[in-house]
């Protein structure tokens, strides 16, 4: 029998818990779209998958990584940074040039984190969208993973078995009013996953998923309006309680391994129980006070 030992996770800093690690992508290679700052679930992420035997490349957009903090992550991981616009496909092609020579071959997996709203940043109502902003959000939050993976898909960039995430929120099932145009965004990203993951499932074994997370405040995040009162809502509607960056970064982390090679085309609610709960006794004793 073969036992694996694991070894004890680094700190990297005080929002970080400390938890065992596996080994679980030690020899695997993956780009991370989407890290901005340490709040992020994309940073998050490359941080557990580095602790757990990954080589990584970054990547962003180049106004992003203008806001961010990337190069520190960077440094963290020992990984390049790669600028790329997902809307451009001259820039997607680049970027998995670029991470194909670094690593000196295909990539094994690949985190799509990358969404903006621009009706919300522009405090317009659903009920009264600029639809040049709704064009330009879907193209940023949704077809850009499929953008991405026709560049994989084109390029024969990832290896047989590989995996591919998105992070998701419920809203593309449920109405939650204030989430406004990301709504449509997200159901897009879910139907992209699914669609794109049949064609790769049976051309490459690729699996392709979504990841329906808990709400998180991270630097993007928290500009959604009420986002305050419904994270609070939502830890109360929730029997574990919200799912933290760190928790999905660790969830990621089984995606990317060997051990669901079985997994695709599924949008994975990663969110305490929200998603299949009706009503908790806290929320019926908040109401009735």
Known sequence: MLYIYPR????????????????????????????????????????????????????????AMRMGEINKLAEAVNAPVIPADVTNMDDL???FEGAMAHFGGKIDFVLHSVAMGMNVRKGKHYTDLD?????????????????????????????EWGSV?????????????????????????ESVARSFGYHYGVRKKVRVN??????????????VKGFDGFMSYAEKMSPLGNASADNCADYLVTLFSDLT??????????????????????????MEK
């Not at 085309?265 to 004793?285: A, C, K, P, R, Y």
């Open 131 to 159: 639809y040049n902003f709704s064009q330009k959000t879907l193209d940023i939050s949704s077809l850009s993973l499929h953008r991405v993976l026709k560049t994989a898909w084109d390029m024969d960039a990832l290896n």
């Open 8 to 63: 004890k996770r680094k700190t990297y800093n005080k929002v970080q818990t400390t938890i065992m690690s596996y080994n679980l992508l030690k020899g695997k290679k993956g780009i991370i779209f989407g890290a901005l700052d340490e709040k992020s679930i994309a940073w998050r992420t490359a941080l557990r998958c580095h602790e757990e035997g990954a080589q990584l490349v970054l990547t962003n957009a180049p106004v």
């Open 165 to 189: 995430a998105a992070l998701t929120y419920i809203a593309a099932q449920r109405v939650f009013p204030d989430y406004n145009e990301m709504a449509d965004a997200k159901a897009l990203l």
């Open 261 to 286: 090679k079985m997994v695709t085309m599924q949008n994975l609610f990663h969110d305490g129980g929200f998603s299949f709960t009706g009503v908790t006794q806290e929320v019926i004793e908040q």
């Open 210 to 223: 979504t990841v329906s997370q808990s709400p998180v405040k991270t630097t993007a995040g928290g500009g």
């Open 93 to 95: 092609k680049k970027l």
